[in-house]
């Protein structure tokens, strides 16, 4: 059965920082890109950040740029999201997600592969 299993939300003040990660299990990832999408409440579900199998690419959303940075361990079939100068607005549930595909084609959503989320909430 495959599992993407998110941990390192909470509560932290703006200008904090906080480090996601997702363990992924049940299968091979190899070839998988792995990323992040979040949802806010009252919100659809956006993309944030991807990275290739290789994790020689990294694509990012414009709100997140400069702020986030991702990063994968193949070896534990771990991706993270070290997330930076967090901001109130980017309180929400963080999902972790795994597709053949990447880049832009992110923004269409409908991964291969979702995890059940970890909230995320920045107090102004």
């Known amino acids: 059965q495959v599992q993407l299993v998110e941990s390192g939300g909470g509560l932290v003040q703006a200008g904090g920082s906080l480090r996601l990660s997702c363990a992924a299990s049940?299968?091979?990832?190899?070839?998988?890109?792995m990323g992040w999408f979040r949802q806010a409440p009252g919100k659809e579900r956006e993309f944030v950040s991807c990275?290739?199998?290789?994790?020689?690419?990294?694509y990012n959303a414009d709100s997140v740029k400069g702020r986030f940075t991702i990063s994968r361990d193949n070896a534990k079939n771990t991706v993270y999201l070290q997330m930076n100068s967090l901001k109130p607005e980017d309180t929400a549930v963080y999902y972790c997600?795994?597709?053949?595909?990447?880049?832009?084609?992110?923004?269409?959503?409908?991964?291969?592969?979702w995890g059940k989320g970890t909230l995320v909430t920045v107090s102004s």
């Open positions: 997600a795994a597709d053949l595909r990447y880049g832009s084609s992110w923004y269409s959503g409908g991964m291969e592969y």
């Open positions: 990275i290739t199998w290789s994790g020689g690419l990294t």
């Open positions: 049940g299968r091979t990832f190899s070839g998988y890109t």
